[in-house]
């Protein structure tokens, strides 16, 4: 789950879902928005162990994010 905030650009979420989760820029942008519209968005499903290096990575790049 990523987070909505104040301080990472459209451009910055977009690159960083492409690189970490491996997204295609459209499905990049679509999340980008539901997340700043909604607040949050579901951008990855699967097994524990896949999504935890992909979570850490997206926080170290400053994006809030969270398995849930």
């Not at 990472?8 to 989760?21: A, G, M, R, Y």
């Not at 997340?35 to 162990?49: L, M, T």
Request: hydrophobic residues 35%; contains cysteine.
């Amino acid at each position: 789950m990523v987070y909505n905030d104040d301080f990472n650009t459209f451009d910055h979420v977009i690159e960083s879902l492409i690189k970490v989760c491996k997204h295609e820029v459209e499905q990049a942008e679509q999340c980008t928005w539901i997340i700043h519209f909604n607040g949050k968005c579901q951008v990855k499903r699967g097994d524990y162990e896949k999504l935890e290096p992909m979570c850490t990575a997206l926080l170290e790049r400053g994006i809030t994010a969270e398995i849930q």
